[in-house]
């Protein structure tokens, strides 16, 4: 039996949101128009929103990735009956995909996790995008440290569902008390893995965490790398048999 690491991507190896701003200043200057910050924070709230809604099965993935750029190039007084949203997003996703930016941190752990936990075996576990996930994953090196990688949309269903993780435990072929998730969501990585009832860490808590910790069953919080390291290294510590 391994030590199985299961790591949310966005906000715990990789920095989404570096990523995001370069696809979305990209397509915007792509139909002439000047791209902003506050366009950007504008994009970022309605992609977070819907998101979410993707999250509660409210709409669906094709719906989410043509209605947020409806939104934004609306804001620009752009006719968006007009412009083939579809492309805009795929040209979205492309230019992400080739624009992995790394944690400062993200590492540096996944090579102490390696040299001092030699059964471990790390996995990531994220809803999006494969052609997304993969690119920034490899365009990283974040690639040469991973076991598998699970996306939800080649496995059909999303985290924070039960059958997510369980696809997840049935494709590493080991008990689920074996696994640790790790991720920065409430909604999804801490819901999933209480869905799951798997073991979690909760990555750079913020807001009211004892709350938190209780309603997500939440059985660890780590606010740095170094803080994560030692959970992870706590938690392989103990006997699995």
């Known amino acids: 039996m391994h030590h199985n690491l299961l790591f949310d991507l966005d906000q715990t190896l990789l920095d989404f949101h570096a990523s995001e701003r370069l696809g979305v200043k990209f397509v915007m200057e792509q139909k002439g128009l000047e791209f902003t ?3 950007y924070q504008s994009f970022k709230r309605i992609n977070k929103s819907l998101w979410l809604e993707f999250e509660k099965g409210s709409i669906t993935k094709p719906e989410l990735f043509v ?3 409806r939104r934004l190039f ?3 007084g752009c006719d968006t009956d007009k412009m083939d949203l579809e492309r805009i997003n795929s040209d979205f996703i492309d230019h992400m995909s080739h624009h992995g930016v790394l ?3 993200a590492l540096q752990l996944l090579d102490n996790i390696r040299q001092s936990i030699p059964d471990a075996r790390v996995y990531i576990i994220t809803n999006g995008v494969t052609r997304n996930a993969c690119g920034r994953i490899a365009s990283t090196g974040l ?3 991973l076991s598998d990688v699970f996306v939800s949309e080649q496995l059909g269903t999303v985290k924070p569902a039960r059958e997510f993780f369980d696809a997840v435990i049935k494709a590493i072929g080991e008990p689920a008390e074996s696994c640790l998730v790790i991720g920065d969501s409430l909604t999804s990585d801490m819901l999933g893995a209480k869905n ?3 073991s979690s860490c909760w990555f750079m808590p913020q807001g009211d965490i004892e709350t938190a910790e209780k309603e997500y069953d939440i059985n660890y919080t780590a606010s740095s790398f170094n803080e994560l390291f030692g959970v992870i290294k706590s938690w392989a510590d103990k006997d699995l048999s």
């Open 37 to 39: 910050e506050e366009l």
């Open 67 to 69: 209605t947020r750029f």
């Open 143 to 145: 690639n040469e440290y």
């Open 103 to 105: 944690l400062d941190g």
């Open 74 to 76: 609306e804001q620009c």
């Open 196 to 198: 799951a009832r798997l």
